[in-house]
């Protein structure tokens, strides 16, 4: 079983800058993917950015330059640092993690999410 907990959300006026964790655990043997999401209120859920198996990273369009992807594999964490942020980034964010677990079964883990609002 895989469990993710995330940190760092909070109140920040446009502008600013947070950063958000996702401590990962339990008994994990390979990552395909590892990433960011996140859903406005009365939104669906979209990508935000995400590693691939290969470390590649990929960010939506409108973070690219403000936000960065980045983990420390001995933490077994992943960060995302959000600068310059804007009301619009407003949302629930969620870290996800695909891959399997030693037994073989693939898993699809959620953070619990964690709220983000940007004043104007």
């Known amino acids: 079983q895989v469990q993710l907990v995330e940190s760092g959300g909070g109140l920040v006026q446009a502008g600013g800058s947070l950063r958000l964790s996702c401590a990962a655990s339990g008994s994990i043997r390979s990552i395909v993917a590892m990433g960011w999401y996140r859903q406005a209120p009365g939104k669906q859920r979209e990508f935000v950015a995400t590693f691939t198996s290969s470390s590649r990273t990929n960010y939506q369009d409108s973070v690219k330059g403000r936000f960065t992807i980045s983990r420390d594999n001995a933490k077994n964490t992943m960060y995302l640092q959000m600068n310059s942020l804007k009301p619009e980034d407003t949302a629930v964010y969620y870290c996800?993690?695909?891959?399997?677990?030693?037994?073989?079964?693939?898993?699809?883990?959620w953070g619990q999410g964690t709220l983000v609002t940007v004043s104007s």
């Open positions: 996800n993690y695909r891959g399997s677990i030693w037994s073989g079964v693939d898993f699809n883990a």
